[in-house]
């Protein structure tokens, strides 16, 4: 199989790390989940090659991409993401694939620049509703000043944590997930560039169901019926009176695609349904 060629796109005096897998006359642009990289979707070129061009990309703080801690990706740099991407392959449109955080940049970009999205695949998508504990803790003052204390002296807060799982206010899959991101320093101070510096990127869900909606753009998703991370109801929310948007629910946790799933997901790609 083959590595992808490996390239940089420049945005606002930075640089985004893409492999491009593929060769079809359609253009696919992926991106991957949080503390992934853009190889996550080299499976996918297995299925969609003779179809699409994949561009997957290397979120900022992630893989090979070149980004300043301190400098957030705006809304902006992903519209100039896909107006050079389109430039460069010669498309009127393009199609979207993101796994994760990834589908919430997918969203996001759905909703800026509708008239440009050919269709949306998403995987266990982040952004499908609003969640009002990242948007304290990347857009507010308090929220941020607390959450950069939290992942700096995080015993300070482990018996508060603790006494949360106690009572159930955060579930035992939650927990795990949290513990494991939270255990080394490394982790830490990864999340502390990550969340923060994707902050600005979450869909305004009026837009976004606006623009789905006039522009009857074909958006598929899947989702794992064992998903504790981000659980398969907020998709369900979202599919409502959106009669463009289709879901399946699969019997799998947050890591939905396998060699399973993937021919299923190719078909709605390529095939504009499923």
Known sequence: MSTGQSGFIALSGNKLHYLRMGSGSRLLI?????????????????HLG????????????????????????????????????REAYQVEQVSLLGYSLGGRVCLTITQLIPRLVEQVLLIASDGLVFNPLYYFVT?????????????????????????????????????????????????????????????EIVPNQRLLRSAIRN?????????????RIIPPLHAQKFKKDLSSVHLFILDKGHRVFDSDTLPQMAQCLITGKC
């Not at 522009?215 to 998903?227: K, R």
Request: charged share 20%.
């Open 30 to 46: 992926a991106f991957h989940g949080y503390a992934n990289d853009a190889t996550l979707f080299y499976p996918f070129q297995r």
């Open 215 to 227: 522009n009857n753009i074909p958006v598929f998703i899947f989702m794992g019926s064992y998903d």
């Open 139 to 199: 857009r507010t003052f308090f929220g941020k000043r607390l959450f950069r204390n939290f992942l700096t002296n995080t015993r300070s807060y482990m018996s508060f944590v603790e006494w949360l799982r106690s009572k159930n206010y955060i579930d035992a899959s939650r927990h795990r997930f949290a513990m494991y991101y939270l255990e080394s320093e490394k982790d830490r101070a990864f999340l502390l560039r990550v969340w923060p510096g994707m902050g």
């Open 50 to 85: 003779q179809d699409f061009t994949i561009i997957s990309i290397d979120l900022p703080h992630h893989g090979q991409s070149v980004w300043p801690d301190t400098q957030m990706l705006h809304k902006q740099d992903l519209i100039d993401l896909v107006h050079q991407l």
